[in-house]
């Protein structure tokens, strides 16, 4: 009797191991081996977004994407993670009137080569491969324009490099030095805190992750909106043969070491008096937390609310961010061109004057008192400047330092 028990409990096991077994290779199969990509979707080389180039920077292939003559003012795109040069094709197209624009796949993304060593990751190296990127343009300074992940590394260019920079756009997020400053504050949310932990220490787990449901990571971030082309581009693209790796690696070399560098914003860093326009929403970590720590350290610097407008918000509504990077350019900048708009774009807030300082601009002053009166008494420590603020219910975004 106990034979057959035992006998029973072992064929029992080996059934159990079997099934187990299909179930995997029917996972492999289903969910997690996507579809092959052999040949690249017909958008990623049309010839509306630019014209494509190589460029040697310390013995790195890099590939970027242009628009626009060569004799203008360069405007220069970098995209975020898990991003590459597609990301900026609105952008491109629009601004090539005006400027020399240009797209460029950071190291170990896109067509770019993957450098040889992880620590060329890091946001001060690729800082300095940027400056001779522009260099190597022939151009001494130029427009900077960042998302995500590229803000970060546009915050870090201003730090080191800001000779490099003549004006700047950053979309999404603040500079690592804010962040680093929000983590001890206890400010990040957990949602952002799990994530970052699974991209920097589960990094296998991460890219399976990625890969699973056929890359459907990517219709989750490109958004119900998105085009079928644009959804294949970027599968097609982080597909490749270690592709998502290096997107992981990249998280991982900068993060960490997150709390043990003390970034450039609260350290020495160099003087710069450089305009600076900063889109944001309250999608991932709430604007009030830093926005204000923000305009302490970058002046003069612009702010702008956009609400629920997404990571990739230059994608999903260029229109709106193309007109307001458009009006910042311009000489008298944003504010004044939004001012003698007579219609407000529905996913704005509403402007209204106000007199900000270094010394007010964090109390609420009375909405009786016109701006005017409250500019007389400002007027020395403001240098005789008007400055501006958003109003929202229950939240004040200020939008000038």
């Known amino acids: 009797m106990d034979r057959l028990v035992i006998g029973c409990l072992g064929r029992a096991r080996r059934v159990c191991r079997q099934w187990l077994q299909w179930i995997v290779r029917w996972l492999l199969v289903a969910f997690w081996i996507a579809e092959p990509r052999p040949f690249p979707p017909d958008t990623l080389n049309h010839s509306q977004w630019g014209e494509h180039r190589f460029v040697k920077i310390h013995k790195l292939k890099l590939h970027y994407v242009e628009k626009g003559s060569s004799d203008k003012p360069l405007m220069l795109f970098l995209h975020g993670l898990p991003d590459f040069w597609y990301t900026w094709r609105h952008q491109l197209h629009h601004f090539s009137r005006e400027y020399w624009t240009i797209a460029l796949d950071l190291p170990g993304f896109g067509q770019s080569e993957k450098p040889i060593y992880s620590i060329t990751y890091k946001l001060n190296n690729l800082a300095g491969v940027v400056k001779e ?199 008298d900048g944003y504010l004044k061109a939004q001012l003698n708009r007579s219609t407000i774009n529905p996913t704005e807030r509403k402007i209204i004057v106000k007199e900000v300082c270094d010394n007010c601009h964090t109390k609420d002053h009375s909405r009786s008192r016109e701006a005017s009166d409250h500019h007389l008494e400002c007027v020395a420590n403001c240098g005789g400047k008007e400055h501006w603020h958003y109003m929202s219910t229950g939240a004040r975004f200020p939008i000038s330092s």
């Open 133 to 331: 990127f522009v260099t190597v343009l022939g151009k001494s300074e130029c427009i900077l324009v960042g998302s995500e992940a590229g803000a970060m590394l546009g915050w870090h260019i201003i730090n080191q490099y800001p000779e490099t920079v003549s004006k700047y756009v950053m979309i999404g997020m603040p500079s690592v030095g804010v962040l680093q400053e929000l983590y001890i504050r206890r400010a990040l949310p957990l949602k952002v805190l799990l994530r970052s932990a699974l991209y920097s220490r589960l990094r296998s787990l991460a890219v399976h992750l990625a890969r699973a449901d056929d890359y459907a990571i990517f219709d989750r971030l490109l958004g119900a909106t998105a085009k079928p082309q644009d959804v294949e581009a970027y599968k097609y693209t982080f597909a490749q043969p270690l592709a998502l790796e290096r997107v992981v690696e990249a998280f991982h070399e900068n993060f960490k070491d997150f709390l043990l560098l003390k970034e450039y914003d609260f350290r020495v860093r160099k003087s710069a008096n450089i305009p600076g326009l900063f889109l944001f929403d309250d999608c991932l970590i709430d604007a009030n937390a830093y926005i204000y720590m923000l305009l302490n350290i970058y002046r003069p610097l612009e702010t702008r609310f956009l609400p629920r407008a997404g990571s990739l918000t230059h994608q999903t509504d260029p229109t709106t961010v193309n007109r307001i990077i458009s009006d910042f350019l311009l000489e």
